[in-house]
């Protein structure tokens, strides 16, 4: 049974950067991809981006320009930067495994992790 | 970007009711459709996945139909554990979007 259990810093000043790391307990860790989501008042669920075991990134695009999602297999651990913080950067950050059906190409959040708040303010 | 939408926005129902949620794609997804049940204070937990599939461990009061661009989530007796923001997800591109929630309560 795979668990999740995220930390990092949860106050943060405008234009700093946002580092979150989510550790894999149970289960296969090679097996999947890896994905963070937030959660903010005004704009409801948003995916940030995922990595795959290989190391293999997708990102939103709103993001992009200031997201990095790394990896580290030895640790069964991935991770989230989000430079360039602003007040609109204040949200829940969750961690969440990406399942998927490979001949179906379904795929869904299954587990998450407990939830990160981060609060941008000067 | 797919946008996804709900209704209602939130309802009032009792233990016991029937209640059904929609959800609307604004492109055709297929079947590519998850559906999350939130309580407050805790991430969104599993429901649904792949638009009819029940998440193991999921009390079978809980079921999904829909394909292309709309969806249906349906829990036929509504329990006291139920009373939670439901959201549902599509899987079909990137970047992954969510409906905007609908919150049930109690009447």
């Known amino acids: 049974q795979v668990q999740l259990q995220q930390w990092g810093a949860g106050l943060l000043k405008p234009s700093e950067t946002l580092s979150l790391t989510c550790a894999v307990y149970?289960?296969?860790?090679?097996?999947?991809?890896w994905t963070w989501i937030r959660q903010s008042p005004g704009k409801g669920l948003e995916w940030i981006g995922e990595?795959?075991?290989?190391?293999?990134?997708n990102y939103n695009p709103s993001l992009k320009s200031r997201v990095t999602i790394s990896v580290d297999t030895s640790k069964n651990q991935f991770s989230l930067k989000l430079s360039s913080m602003t007040a609109a950067d204040t949200a829940v950050y969750y961690c969440a495994t990406t399942r998927l059906i490979a001949a179906a190409g379904v795929n869904w959040f299954d587990p998450w992790g407990q939830g990160t708040l981060v609060t941008v303010s000067s | 970007d797919i946008q996804m939408t709900q209704s209602p926005s939130s309802l009032s129902a009792s233990v016991g009711d029937r209640v059904t949620i929609t959800c609307r794609a604004s492109?055709?997804?297929?079947?590519?459709l998850n559906w999350y049940q939130q309580k407050p204070g805790k991430a969104p937990k599993l429901l649904i996945y792949?638009?009819?599939s029940l998440q193991s461990g999921v009390p079978s009061r809980f079921s999904g139909s829909g394909s292309g661009t709309d969806f249906t989530l349906t829990i036929s007796s509504l329990q006291p554990e139920d009373f939670a923001t439901y959201y549902c997800q599509q899987s079909y591109s990137t970047p992954r979007t969510f409906g905007p929630g609908t919150k049930v309560d109690i009447k």
């Open positions: 990595i795959n075991h290989s190391g293999s990134t």
């Open positions: 492109q055709s997804i297929s079947n590519y």
């Open positions: 792949a638009a009819s």
């Open positions: 149970g289960g296969s860790f090679s097996g999947y991809s």
